[in-house]
């Protein structure tokens, strides 16, 4: 059986060659970075979730209640 060979870039083989310790630490490292550069981790809203619509934000009136009032009749 013929075995197909890959060419791997030297930054590949580089990572590969860490020890698990040493990756942590330079994803830390790459985690620092981004942060610094006004990356966020705050999730990407997914508009494909069936969740989305119920952490949209609604439009309220200007004291934040709803514009519905309850209507209450006595004797019913």
């Known amino acids: 059986m013929k075995r197909i060979s890959y060419p791997i870039e030297e930054e590949l083989l580089n990572w590969y060659s860490l020890t698990p310790k040493e990756r942590w630490e330079e994803s830390r490292k790459l985690w620092d970075f981004y942060i610094s550069m006004g990356g966020s981790l705050d999730p990407e ?13 609604s439009k309220t009136s200007s004291h934040g209640r709803s514009g519905m009032r309850v209507l209450r009749r006595s004797g019913v």
Not at 46 to 54: K, L, M
């Open 45 to 57: 809203p997914d508009t494909q979730s069936p969740f989305h619509a119920a952490f949209e934000k």
